[in-house]
């Protein structure tokens, strides 16, 4: 019984214990258990942790990238805005991150500015100053090849996410290229149609925007890049190419000569088409998408208005071949289209919705910003305004002279009456080194018969006149209007200097005249800067020379002083002068004075009586075929203002600054001159106030420098294929004028002639009633032209901050721009058989680097005189079948080559519509082409001729750059070539001015393409 208790209790006491170790176990079992879930807890929730800011990085880097394409976008943006960015404007891009990602919780710091190391970098490299940007060849994309200044940028956007502080930087280096027009030998915003007679070869880079048409006798020595087709086949009126010459075009890839020949453009012939660039049958055409409002500009063949054809299949694979010797076609992708790679190239201007015309047009108070930058008339350190006197200003008309500016120059006691200068020197010659060449100013006979020391130029008002200190100011022509003359000084502020300027001479003849509103009559008469006859008796050498025409007075001419069958004043300077040796009424003799002086007559009369400067320009009035060519008509007589471009750069160098401008605001260190000067000149007499709207409908009073008549086909009241040449602007509620006929005949008539028809065969003798009657009209419509004369050499001294080849001079205008004579240069001394004198050799003389940006662009040869066209607006004896006795011949008489009219300078001008066939036209079958680039230089004299079986062809020498940008919408007569009436072409002795191509050389104010280009990114790891 004990043994049994024993055992009982044994038992129960190891229960008890296995119970014990049990528990202890799953203790322990429990406790690693734990461990093992807290150290995987710990694990899971490290890399829930990691995870976490892992993902908060991302959200980081996605906000910092996020800040960073918002800067670079508006960084784009703000070209459409603004040329030059201020570090202000980059400080707002950098300052205005996402506001989305701001409102979800994330804090950014970013900046954006000039990379000045990698720029120092390359202006080391280069060894250029700190003031100017490198000069680099774009590596790749559509601007690939050109050369552009380059600006490089960088940018950091750091994003931080306040609630994690998950925070991460990231950095963009981009470069903005500054790509020059002007690097073009030619650009077009629309087809450039080149087809001249004689072979020619030109060495510039060529662009279009739309269609090449190369038709004959060309060859290219750069690329050439096409934004539509490459046409060979068709002319741009719709006709096959069978022209003399035709499989002459050639390029120059690396060395080998590629012909191009027919059938082998981008386009070509079949299926009954004559192988234009508008492709009907293309995959690509508007009329093959369901879309039939889809944007036809932006597809392949979509050139309504133009030929048709089909595409050339085979251009995309053969015309990027490596050039091979001998074998056609092969262009090595030396002439790119819209399939091969081209893209269109637009101006911040246009591409901010402008027409690319406003650059030359006066500002308006609503421009934005980059509409503002581009016009040259904010771009110019020099500006001279016109209008009519009761245009208004302010509200009444809100382009035009501000209230209480400039001068009138009205026929009335409220006139302008000029200023004495420099104690009555003003009518002395100056030495460039600013010395007087005449011992004496000139004298004046007053009304009451007393002579007196000259102390002003001529007055304007065609009654004499009284300075306040007495001064007796004899009268003029008599011309109208309000004229204010601005300089911008150096901290941007403007200076109202038109009283100095125009009281420097008014007077064509006048040695020290700037802005010539006026001339002495026989001047009409009187050839620009060559003598055919070899006397020296041109208005160049008569201004600069003899202080004997500061009077503008000559010997009265006679008959005989007239060359037969040209009507130019054939005089020696002995015989004109009527100042000297007794002769004429102003003679030493018939005054009793003991010592011979110049005088000037109070109220001149026959050849002396001072008339407006007045030109007649065919091309612009003899309208039809059908009219008579003996006739003048009144829409072709043009006023013109001159600027005398080599007084002008004196006045800019420093000349006149210690005599005749001397205690005057017009000094040259009032000049702002950073890059060189821009001179903006814009004449709107006879442009009418009219309503003008903006796009969005708001209305404003204005003359618009438009002449608001596009009839110019017919006319017969209806808007025709090639006339739309104002194809910008809106009318009442804000509609486009394009495609709308703008005609308003108060600023320029349909028809209306002047003055009684000599006969036909009438001797110059007999037409020159009529000339003087045309020399001395006041004109009333919308006609206004600006020329240039006396601008051989622009560059005065050379000196540091003068002009010199560094530094240059540009001139703008809204209206039509006449040169005559050479332009930048002395001439040239020889021309290569190759076809073009290259800028590297040939022009002579001092040059800088020189432009022209106009609504139209005429030159005139050394011996073109004004009143040529008023006398033989025929032409020639023969002018209907080109031939005859050549009335109007350019550079006659020519002694040598060096004698010729060569012309050195870039050219931004307007150009007519060329459009198919369609009647009415000029002539009975509908001629309506504009010429194409070779007829984009407006000529008005014949230059070449036959005349008893000898030909002759005179050369205008030209080196510069061609850039048809706009439609001209002041002077845009048709092109006419049919005849003689208008004009014969001369030899194209062109070439590109290969200085543009160094930054250094370019004319200021010359447009740029905006690319920005992304050359790095990196995130910054700290």
């Known amino acids: 019984m004990f043994a049994s208790k024993f055992h009982s209790q044994s038992d129960k006491s190891a229960k008890i214990g296995e119970r014990g170790a049990a528990m202890a176990i799953a203790i322990i079992v429990v406790a690693i258990l734990l461990v093992i879930a807290l150290t995987a807890l710990a694990f899971s929730s490290g890399e829930a942790r990691i995870a976490g800011a892992d993902l908060q990085r991302t959200h980081s880097f996605y906000a910092a990238t996020a800040g960073m394409e918002k800067m670079t976008n508006d960084f784009s943006d703000l070209f459409r805005l603004k040329m030059n960015p201020t570090l202000d404007d980059l400080s707002k891009i950098a300052a205005a991150p996402p506001q989305e990602l701001k409102n979800e919780g994330f804090s950014f710091t970013q900046t954006l500015a000039e990379d000045t190391a990698r720029l120092n970098e390359l202006r080391t490299i280069q060894g250029l100053p700190n003031n100017v940007y490198p000069r680099v060849n774009i590596p790749d994309g559509p601007y690939a090849g050109l050369y552009a200044s380059v600006i490089p940028y960088k940018m950091t956007s750091t994003a931080l996410q306040n609630y994690s502080k998950a925070e991460v930087k990231l950095e963009r280096e981009f470069n903005n290229y500054l790509v020059p027009l002007?690097?073009?030998?030619?650009?077009?915003?629309?087809?450039?149609?080149?087809?001249?007679?004689?072979?020619?070869?030109?060495?510039?880079?060529?662009?279009?925007?739309?269609?090449?048409?190369?038709?004959?006798?060309?060859?290219?020595?750069?690329?050439?890049?096409?934004?539509?087709?490459?046409?060979?086949?068709?002319?741009?009126?719709?006709?096959?190419?069978?022209?003399?010459?035709?499989?002459?075009?050639?390029?120059?890839?690396?060395?080998?000569?590629?012909?191009?020949?027919?059938?082998?453009?981008?386009?070509?012939?079949?299926?009954?088409?004559?192988?234009?660039?508008?492709?009907?049958?293309?995959?690509?055409?508007?009329?093959?998408?369901?879309?039939?409002?889809?944007?036809?500009?932006?597809?392949?063949?979509?050139?309504?208005?133009?030929?048709?054809?089909?595409?050339?299949?085979?251009?995309?694979s053969d015309s990027v071949k490596p050039a091979k010797a001998n074998t056609p076609n092969r262009l090595g992708g030396q002439v790119l289209t819209k399939t091969t790679g081209a893209a269109a190239l637009k101006l911040p201007v246009e591409t901010g919705g402008n027409n690319a015309a406003e650059l030359i047009k006066r500002?308006?108070?609503?421009?934005?910003?980059?509409?503002?930058?581009?016009?040259?008339?904010?771009?110019?350190?020099?500006?001279?305004?016109?209008?009519?006197?009761?245009?208004?200003?302010?509200?009444?008309?809100?382009?035009?002279?501000?209230?209480?500016?400039?001068?009138?120059?009205?026929?009335?006691?409220?006139?302008f009456a000029p200023l004495p200068l420099a104690n009555g020197s003003v009518l002395r010659r100056l030495s460039d080194a600013g010395s007087y060449l005449d011992s004496s100013p000139i004298s004046q006979r007053?009304?009451?018969?007393?002579?007196?020391?000259?102390?002003?130029?001529?007055?304007?008002?065609?009654?004499?006149?009284?300075?306040?200190?007495?001064?007796?100011?004899?009268?003029?022509?008599?011309?109208?209007?309000?004229?204010?003359?601005?300089?911008?000084?150096?901290?941007?502020?403007?200076?109202?200097?038109?009283?100095?300027?125009?009281?420097?001479?008014?007077?064509?003849?006048?040695?020290?005249?700037?802005?010539?509103?006026?001339?002495?009559?026989?001047?009409?008469?009187?050839?620009?800067?060559?003598?055919?006859?070899?006397?020296?008796?041109?208005?160049?050498?008569?201004?600069?020379?003899?202080?004997?025409?500061?009077?503008?007075?000559?010997?009265?001419?006679?008959?005989?002083?007239?060359?037969?069958?040209?009507?130019?004043?054939?005089?020696?300077?002995?015989?004109?002068?009527?100042?000297?040796?007794?002769?004429?009424?102003?003679?030493?003799?018939?005054?009793?004075?003991?010592?011979?002086?110049?005088?000037?007559?109070?109220?001149?009369?026959?050849?002396?009586?001072?008339?407006?400067?007045?030109?007649?320009?065919?091309?612009?009035?003899?309208?039809?075929?059908?009219?008579?060519?003996?006739?003048?008509?009144?829409?072709?007589?043009?006023?013109?203002?001159?600027?005398?471009?080599?007084?002008?750069?004196?006045?800019?160098?420093?000349?006149?600054?210690?005599?005749?401008?001397?205690?005057?605001?017009?000094?040259?260190?009032?000049i702002r001159d950073v890059e060189g000067y821009v001179v903006y000149v814009s004449d709107r007499r006879g442009d009418k106030k009219s309503t003008e709207y903006l796009a969005d409908g708001t209305a404003y009073t204005s003359t618009n420098g438009i002449v608001d008549n596009e009839d110019i086909y017919g006319p017969n009241n209806a808007l025709d294929a090639g006339e739309d040449v104002i194809d910008f602007g809106w009318s009442s509620g804000g509609v486009s004028k394009k495609g709308r006929l703008q005609k308003n005949t108060a600023e320029l008539p349909d028809s209306g002639t002047i003055g009684s028809k000599p006969a036909i065969n009438a001797v110059v003798t007999d037409r020159l009633a009529r000339a003087q009657q045309i020399m001395q009209k006041n004109v009333n419509y919308f006609r206004r032209a600006v020329r240039l004369v006396d601008a051989e050499t622009l560059s005065i001294t050379a000196g540091a901050n003068k002009l010199s080849p560094t530094k240059g001079i540009t001139v703008s205008s809204e209206n039509l721009v006449h040169i005559w004579g050479n332009y930048n240069t002395t001439g040239i001394n020889g021309i290569p058989t190759g076809g073009s004198t290259l800028n590297n050799g040939g022009f002579t003389g001092a040059q800088i680097p020189a432009s022209i940006v106009a609504d139209a662009f005429s030159p005139l040869s050394k011996t073109w005189f004004d009143a040529l066209s008023a006398l033989y607006p025929e032409g020639s004896s023969d002018g209907r079948?080109?031939?005859?006795?050549?009335?109007?011949?350019?550079?006659?008489?020519?002694?040598?080559?060096?004698?010729?009219?060569?012309?050195?300078?870039?050219?931004?001008?307007?150009?007519?519509?060329?459009?198919?066939?369609?009647?009415?036209?000029?002539?009975?079958?509908?001629?309506?082409?504009?010429?194409?680039?070779?007829?984009?230089?407006?000529?008005?004299?014949?230059?070449?001729?036959?005349?008893?079986?000898?030909?002759?062809?005179?050369?205008?020498?030209?080196?510069?750059?061609?850039?048809?940008?706009?439609?001209?919408?002041?002077?845009?007569a048709q092109w006419e070539n049919e005849t003689s009436i208008t004009y014969l072409p001369p030899q194209r002795n062109w070439s590109f001015d290969e200085t543009f191509l160094s930054s250094q050389k370019l004319p200021p104010g010359t447009p740029f393409f905006q690319y920005v280009q992304a050359t790095g990114f990196r995130q910054k790891l700290y």
């Open 182 to 316: 002007f690097q073009f030998g030619m650009f077009s915003n629309e087809d450039i149609e080149i087809h001249p007679g004689p072979q020619m070869t030109f060495n510039g880079r060529i662009h279009t925007n739309q269609n090449l048409y190369a038709l004959r006798n060309t060859k290219f020595l750069n690329k050439v890049t096409i934004g539509g087709e490459f046409v060979r086949d068709a002319t741009r009126g719709g006709e096959p190419n069978t022209s003399s010459g035709n499989q002459n075009v050639y390029f120059n890839v690396n060395g080998i000569n590629v012909q191009s020949t027919l059938n082998n453009g981008s386009v070509k012939s079949g299926s009954g088409t004559v192988g234009g660039p508008n492709l009907t049958n293309s995959p690509l055409s508007c009329l093959d998408l369901i879309d039939l409002n889809c944007p036809g500009s932006l597809l392949r063949g979509f050139f309504p208005g133009s030929p048709t054809g089909v595409a050339n299949n085979s251009w995309e």
């Open 363 to 415: 500002a308006l108070p609503s421009d934005d910003e980059i509409l503002a930058a581009s016009r040259y008339q904010n771009k110019a350190e020099i500006r001279i305004l016109l209008d009519d006197e009761t245009a208004g200003s302010g509200t009444s008309n809100v382009a035009g002279i501000p209230t209480g500016k400039g001068v009138l120059l009205k026929n009335n006691s409220s006139g």
């Open 446 to 670: 007053t009304s009451n018969n007393k002579t007196e020391t000259a102390m002003t130029v001529r007055g304007v008002k065609n009654t004499s006149d009284k300075t306040n200190a007495g001064n007796y100011i004899p009268p003029g022509s008599g011309i109208e209007g309000r004229i204010y003359i601005e300089i911008v000084k150096p901290d941007g502020t403007t200076l109202d200097v038109t009283k100095e300027i125009l009281s420097m001479g008014m007077t064509v003849g006048e040695p020290n005249g700037i802005v010539y509103l006026q001339r002495p009559l026989w001047a009409a008469f009187v050839q620009g800067s060559r003598d055919r006859d070899g006397k020296g008796f041109d208005l160049n050498s008569l201004t600069k020379n003899y202080q004997t025409v500061a009077d503008g007075e000559i010997q009265a001419p006679e008959a005989k002083d007239f060359a037969a069958n040209r009507g130019y004043l054939s005089m020696s300077i002995s015989d004109a002068d009527e100042d000297a040796n007794g002769k004429g009424k102003d003679g030493c003799k018939d005054n009793g004075l003991k010592n011979c002086k110049v005088i000037r007559e109070d109220t001149p009369s026959g050849y002396d009586s001072i008339v407006p400067i007045n030109i007649y320009n065919v091309r612009e009035g003899w309208m039809r075929s059908s009219l008579s060519e003996y006739d003048i008509y009144e829409r072709g007589v043009m006023s013109v203002v001159e600027i005398n471009m080599r007084n002008l750069s004196r006045w800019l160098d420093g000349v006149y600054d210690a005599n005749l401008l001397a205690g005057t605001n017009a000094v040259s260190t009032n």
């Open 881 to 972: 079948n080109l031939g005859g006795e050549p009335y109007r011949a350019a550079d006659e008489n020519l002694p040598s080559l060096a004698e010729s009219t060569s012309v050195r300078v870039g050219i931004i001008a307007g150009t007519t519509i060329s459009a198919m066939t369609q009647i009415p036209g000029k002539d009975a079958d509908g001629l309506r082409r504009n010429g194409g680039i070779i007829n984009y230089p407006r000529f008005l004299e014949m230059w070449n001729f036959n005349k008893g079986g000898v030909n002759t062809i005179q050369t205008w020498n030209y080196t510069g750059s061609l850039i048809p940008l706009f439609h001209s919408t002041q002077a845009f």
